[in-house]
């Protein structure tokens, strides 16, 4: 289902340029999240943030920056694209309401390639 | 920090078989969550099953189930009857209650034959 959009699907950049990769849900839900995938090592998060006021770095943080432009909208920026952020992206999101585990849901992915 | 390891890189199985996915992770906390989450060719991550530590029972979701092993630190995942949707990448994930940097495995690509 689309709950979970990202934009773009796929983008090739050059090294040095400035990048914003968007997320929107309409799940309703407080808490959002942003991964990056590498083949062999499965997903690492690079930022999560609880709401609008709550921004929280994760496990790779370093080169990129997020913005929380309201409940619904979650952005993941490369202020200067490297070759090795090259990578699949994925937005996700929770809400601990709902079932209680706080499970996350993904979006679709964006493949970056930076040349 | 804990870890989680998927020692299958690849697997197959036959169309109507059964197959598990093999997940083990590492830590020192009580309360936790687990997660296998399948990726497909369209790349979109899928929610399949999870389970919570504190409940004994195995979580089952139709033809998927999970083994999970407290002591052992183990949680894998079971497949009946596959079906050649399910060729995927599959990844085990963990997350700490309260805590929501969730860590995954590397995954296990999963062939389903015809």
């Known amino acids: 289902d689309a709950d979970v959009t990202q934009t773009p699907r796929n983008r090739i950049t050059k090294t040095g340029k400035r990048i914003m990769l968007e997320c929107s849900q309409t799940?309703?839900?407080?808490?959002m999240y942003w991964y990056r995938q590498d083949p062999g090592l499965g997903l690492r998060l690079i930022y999560y943030?609880?709401?609008?006021?709550?921004?929280n770095k994760g496990e790779i943080s370093d080169g990129y920056s997020v913005s929380r432009q309201a409940q619904a909208k979650f952005s993941l920026s490369l202020e200067s694209a490297i070759p090795n952020q090259t990578a699949l992206y994925f937005c996700?999101?929770?809400?601990?309401?709902?079932?209680?585990?706080?499970?996350?849901?993904f979006g679709p992915g964006t493949r970056l390639t930076v040349l | 920090a804990q870890t989680v390891t998927q020692s299958q890189p690849e697997m197959s199985v036959q169309e109507a078989e059964t197959v598990t996915l093999s997940c083990t992770y590492d830590?020192?906390?009580?309360?936790?969550?687990l997660f296998w989450y399948k990726q497909p060719p369209s790349r979109q991550m899928i929610l399949v099953i999870r389970?919570?530590?504190?409940?004994?029972q195995n979580a089952t979701e139709n033809r998927f189930s999970v083994n999970f092993q407290k002591a052992a630190k183990s949680f894998s995942l079971k497949i009946s009857d596959s079906q050649l949707g399910d060729t995927a990448m599959y990844f085990c994930?963990?997350?700490?209650?309260?805590?929501?940097?969730?860590?995954f495995g590397a995954g296990t690509r999963l062939t389903v034959k015809p």
């Open positions: 996700a999101t929770s809400d601990p309401k709902t079932g209680g585990t706080d499970t996350q849901y």
């Open positions: 799940k309703g839900h407080d808490r």
């Open positions: 943030s609880f709401d609008v006021k709550d921004i």
């Open positions: 830590t020192s906390e009580n309360n936790y969550y």
């Open positions: 389970q919570e530590a504190y409940k004994q």
């Open positions: 994930a963990f997350m700490k209650h309260g805590n929501n940097d969730m860590r």
